[in-house]
């Protein structure tokens, strides 16, 4: 009786460390700005660009972000310019035609 007691423990214990590395854990948040340097020079086509994540202004960082993946990287990109405002909208019809 005492090694089915045992195991059982053993058994619990295993599961409770298995559970508490799994991915259900919250993601850290970062209190400072993604973007320490925008790209503000030259207009980058749409078709360099592989996907954009905009990130809103909050208590982490006062500036919105605008961070452009591209095939040899990422790049991060001044939200004030027209250029930028324009691609996102271009990258938003190309998103939406894509998925129907």
């Known amino acids: 009786m005492r090694t089915f007691t045992t195991s059982a423990f053993v058994l619990l214990i295993c599961t409770a460390v298995l559970l508490s590395t ?11 700005c993604e973007c320490p340097q925008m790209h503000t020079k030259s207009a980058i086509h749409a078709d360099r ?9 909050g208590p982490h960082c ?16 001044d939200p004030t310019k027209d250029w930028v405002i324009s691609l996102q909208d271009e990258i938003a019809k190309r998103n939406v035609t894509r998925q129907l």
């Open 22 to 32: 799994t991915e259900g854990r919250p993601r850290p948040i970062y209190l400072r």
């Open 49 to 57: 660009i592989l996907s954009l994540r905009v990130i809103p202004a």
């Open 62 to 77: 006062k500036n919105v972000e605008i961070i452009a993946t591209m095939k040899k990287g990422k790049m991060c990109l």
